[in-house]
């Protein structure tokens, strides 16, 4: 690494210091379709760490035993940042919340109530009076119980700022120790969320003395822009999610927010201490885990972000590479890998790569990732960083349990229907066969899995992407289905489309499988709870 | 059409009247790997012509005799919206454009020219002097010819503002009638960005009578709250791209800012004309023709945009709709379509379903399309409007010219390699057979049709979408390819995945052909250009 590069972790002063409260495993996991293992949350949260990210959102443990056991792993094996997890202001929420991180070095519990009529009316179905109850109730409890305590007005851009402010009052008053304003819907706009942290400054003394905190939505394509304006009201953490994922169209996307402050330090001279030549492969991992695209006009993390057609823009690219750029790719993480192995590479020479990567990896995994690298190096020239990435996830999802691929046969044409036949080893160690037609050769794929495992499943979602350029590029399919009575996706890696297909199917049933066990010990949390779960700010 | 719903068109007086200047075909199409045929730009003007933006940049002339072509035909055929075409500050540029856009009812000739030093320096290697004067001869020949001339002092936001001022001052001097200020990089923040209009306002007199302009790129994230901060502070146009495509990160998203002056009118007062309900279909068309996805969780138009997670979001919905939407899903153009047509579907049902969806098809098309439809209807128990949508764009896309797949077969397996055959039908009529084997499926048919074609190829890019959610979902594959030395795109449309990959390829390579002749005529018109094509604001 240059000396240059070196230089991206900034120093500013503690006043103009931003943190990055990140909540892609909380509101980001809720969008639709995505469905996370313990494993697979345990391993975006180290990168998180290794990222350098303040606070790590890490789930909601209150809605199922599955979102407590990872927010509880995560709170024992990660170190660094503030593990925080969500909690209506009701007790048994504040109470699970607490039971699942209480084994980190620094706990934060974040519990919130909607401060809007619409909300209070419609949803709640109480009264402003009641809001005011549960606020302090929630933070007196949570404050018993753990030194950080940040509490959300939900909704606060539509609600009265006054009866918003009373309630902040309640709070700070019980000893919240950072107050955030979610923009819960995404409609406010830069001008007006200044306004309100500043009458917000005004009408609540002491408001100023602890940390402020944006909690920005997209819905209006300003998430950014309006976390951006709250900084500079005053707020010193920014809440966002890695690729802007989250509910609807998703919350301040961190790698922007983050290279905004940076860029443009001239303007306002605030800054984060992250590292930011982690940001590419962070983003890749969110993309990879939850099957969500990042499209190719992506700012920071597309695949153009920092292309140029060719051309003259080139020329000037060339000629000064400040003609058309503002930021250096490399300190993104961009073009930052030249690891590339091929058939002959060893398992020592696989074992240094992956550590390269960040990747600690031995024994039996490692081995099994040595068989994996062998399969694929035996049909691509050059393995690369990206692809042993791409290996080494699809590896950290396969749990072990559920269903397995053994092995498919298909016969496709365009003058006849096509047919599959499919082997899958089932969780009780035995094999099964199933044949299928249909209309296409994945869709006689997926009929023959089903024939074989025996289950009903319905396919919701099929997305595919290559994780490298070129003829030889791995494939990546992510499948969401219902089966077991729930959503689960699955991804699947290979140089064959046909192959990866049939992977993620497969995975995706197991994970159905894993999460139809959960459900069953559901009822028993979910009935101790007075309400169905919110969605959170 | 509900009148709630015909009451998206608003009605704003002139002077909060904010003129949309798409640029999807100009700065849109300039992203890597695009590659827009005549008919394709064609059909993307008719349909921004019914979505109602003020201005379409259609082109940049002078690039190539393809370009012109383009810009040429739609000026001819597109009736509403003022026709634009770019241009340096060369006579050369001006002479393209203005012949380009003659015989629109409406035309506009856009000359630019950068003020920034880093520019000036780095890339047009000459002097402030130099810039002013060639603004200056420019502005007058461009006025000399067309009644409406916008200019735009390229890189502005980096540019020196007194010099920047200056060089406007010039052009409103030589009658320009609108004058666009671009932030080329992506580099201006919203405060930054409407302090700079205010400051250009005092500077130069009679500034405030004309039509100013904002034009930003999304390098930070910033693209729409700068252009929407651009408009707070004096502008009354903004130049957009439909999903926000564009030079690396993009545009300002047209859908993103339209539905942001919509919602917070009672914010600002300003409003466009548009008829939102074209924005989800326009959206469509922009990712099919360019192959550039949208990600789910993208602002208005992603999948995710007007989604909610089960539990207690829903409920929230269900209970009240505006507890989690700020906007109706009707008014952008989703949910509004409810035709299903299945295999006992006569041709008079598909043409009123066409009709319907805004394709009026007749004649020889008709039958084509028809016998598209029904080979689809036969393997898919519904046909939506979006799988016609599909059907009839894939048939557009065929010029006819070029190479045609006849027929394949495959076979793939875990256990051995996979083996395709596949016969193509060459551009002189005849028929040639390929075979390959590869390192998956997809792989093998396209050796087998590099094989059959007799053309060198390399894959640069592939990429599948599903157009349906379910199990018998039609699939959408774009391939991006070298050949004939130089890059080009095609999609291909099937429920059978290797068939929409076969038809991607074969239509890609089709479309390098035409290109090859175009760029052999190119040499001509390149010569005559000063020095190679800038990549414009």
Same mark, same amino acid.
């Given at each position: 690494m240059s000396p240059e590069i070196s230089s991206s972790v900034p120093d500013v002063g503690a006043a103009d210091r931003v943190h990055v409260f990140d909540t892609t495993l909380r509101d980001g996991e809720q969008s639709p379709g995505i469905s996370l293992n313990t494993q697979e949350k345990l391993e975006i949260a180290q990168q998180l760490a290794r990222l350098g990210v303040d606070v790590i959102e890490a789930g909601f443990p209150i809605t199922s035993p599955g979102d407590f056991e990872a927010v509880e792993s995560i709170a024992r094996a990660v170190e660094g940042p503030v593990i925080c997890a969500l909690a209506r202001t009701h007790k048994a929420d504040i109470d699970a919340a607490w039971n699942a991180i209480r084994d980190s070095e620094r706990p934060r519990i974040h519990t919130f109530i909607s401060t809007s009529d619409i909300h209070i009316t419609h949803q709640l179905q109480t009264t402003r009076e009641d809001v005011k109850g549960q606020a302090r109730a929630a933070v007196a409890m949570a404050r018993s119980l753990c030194d950080e305590v940040e509490f959300s007005p939900m909704d606060a851009t539509r609600a009265e700022l006054e009866f918003t402010a009373e309630v902040c009052a309640i709070a700070l008053a019980e000893g919240a120790t950072v107050i955030n304003i979610p923009d819960t819907v995404g409609y406010t706009t830069p001008d007006e969320y200044a306004r309100y942290f500043a009458r917000l400054l005004e009408l609540v003394p002491g408001l100023g003395e602890i940390e402020l905190s944006v909690h920005c939505h997209d819905d209006l394509g300003l998430a950014v822009a309006n976390a951006y304006s709250g900084l500079l009201a005053g707020a010193r953490q920014v809440e966002c999610a890695v690729n802007g994922i989250g509910e609807r169209a998703g919350n301040c996307s961190l790698e922007e927010i983050v290279m905004l402050l940076r860029t443009r330090r001239d303007e306002h001279g605030l800054d984060t201490?992250?590292?930011? =030549?982690?940001l590419a492969r962070t983003s890749r991992m969110i993309t990879r885990f939850t099957g969500y695209a990042v499209q190719?006009?992506? *700012?920071?993390?597309? =695949?153009? *972000?920092f292309a140029h057609e060719a051309g003259i823009h080139q020329d000037g690219v060339l000629k000064e590479r400040s003609t058309y750029e503002i930021m250096d790719a490399r300190d993104v993480g961009l073009e930052s890998n030249s690891i590339v192995l091929g058939k002959h590479s060893g398992r020592h020479a696989l074992r240094d790569a992956l550590e390269q990567l960040g990747f600690q990896i031995d024994g039996n995994a490692l081995n099994q990732a040595f068989k994996r690298f062998k399969a694929i190096a035996d049909k691509k020239k050059q393995v690369t960083a990206l692809d042993l990435e791409a290996i080494v996830s699809d590896q950290v999802r396969d749990g072990g349990a559920g269903y397995e691929l053994a092995w498919f046969d298909v016969e496709a044409s365009s003058r006849r229907e096509p047919r599959a036949e499919v082997a899958v080893r089932m969780p009780d160690g035995g094999q099964a066969l199933g044949v299928s037609g249909g209309d296409g050769p994945v869709n006689a794929i997926f009929g023959a899995i089903r024939e074989a495992a025996g289950v009903e499943s319905e396919l919701r979602q099929y997305t595919v992407s290559a994780v490298t350029e070129g003829e030889d590029a791995l494939g990546e399919v992510t499948v969401m289905l219902r089966a077991h009575g729930r959503l689960a996706s699955g991804q699947g890696v290979a140089t064959d489309i046909l192959e990866a297909s049939a992977r993620a199917y497969v995975r995706a049933l197991s994970n159905a499988l894993e999460g139809a066990a959960v459900r069953e010990a559901e009822g028993t949390i979910g009935d101790s709870a007075s309400q169905p779960v919110t969605p959170g700010p």
């Open positions: 201490a992250l590292d930011t =030549r982690e190719p006009n992506k *700012a920071i993390v597309g =695949r153009n *972000a």
